[in-house]
């Protein structure tokens, strides 16, 4: 769930405009709640529910709402402030693992406004990768429905990503081929030993995935090593592998 918090009628007039945004239709479940009743408990228990929350109004009176129940930046989910003028967007909490600044950038475009940046590394053209490994022939259903869920886990669109990655034994496997061609990506495999160096920064590590390809995870391993290839920079997993039936998914990052 998706909600924006909105304490004035400009800040509602706000809220509804940014909804009205074609780009943003792909954002399921979304909601404005306009001077909710009991703001502390509200905006509490949005929170503790895992919602995403975007206000509109001063970032006084969300950080002071918001502090009993903030935990870390792991599970918290992403917070995003907005003025009623919709001149400015900041990413409050979860920049990086939450979403919050990928999100962020999304809403600012939207409304032409400046994106507050406060995280550690600025936002300054960001490349999105996506990993992916399968069962051999999977359908195409499985591929990118989880794609999609990834993608919307992290607040991003197709339009978003730089290139569909696997390993080299997923060179001819037809629906990721599939998958890169309807949206346009490029579609990249790598070896075993182009993909080694990224072990240092997967989130888990497969013995049985190890034991299957040589090495310890395929979709985090192929988004982080074409993120690198396209930057030159480190890359960092912005989520997590995620997986359904037949599949595996992995969004990295790089920074030109």
Not at 50 to 74: E, N, S
């Amino acid at each position: 769930m998706i909600r924006f918090i909105a304490l004035t009628p400009a800040g509602e007039s706000l809220a509804k405009k940014l909804l009205s945004k074609g780009q943003l239709n792909h954002w399921p479940d979304t909601v404005v709640d306009y001077k909710p009743k009991p703001f502390a408990e509200f905006v509490q228990t949005a929170f503790k529910n895992g919602d995403r929350l975007v206000f509109i109004c001063a970032t006084g009176i969300v950080m002071r709402t918001l502090a009993p129940v903030i935990q870390d930046k792991y599970q918290d989910p992403p917070v995003l402030v907005l003025d009623e003028e919709g001149k400015f967007v900041i990413p409050l909490l979860s920049g990086h693992e939450g979403g919050a600044n990928e999100w962020g950038a999304q809403v600012a475009k939207s409304l032409d406004a400046q994106l507050v940046m406060t995280t550690a590394k600025p936002y300054l053209n960001p490349v999105y990768t996506l990993g992916m490994g399968c069962e051999r022939n999977c359908p195409l259903e499985f591929l990118e429905s989880l794609m999609l869920d990834a993608l919307n886990q992290k607040g991003l669109t197709p339009s978003d990503i730089h290139s569909l990655n696997s390993i080299d034994i997923k060179t001819d496997e037809t629906n990721l081929i599939a998958l890169a061609k309807k949206y346009r990506w490029a579609f990249n495999t790598y070896s075993a030993q182009q993909l080694a160096p990224m072990e240092p920064l997967l989130s888990t590590k497969s013995d049985y995935i190890f034991k299957t390809v040589g090495v310890y995870g395929v979709a985090e391993s192929a988004a982080l090593l074409s993120a690198q290839i396209e930057t030159g920079t480190e890359p960092e997993l912005i989520l997590n592998k995620i997986k359904n039936a037949k599949a595996t998914c992995a969004v990295a990052r790089g920074f030109h």
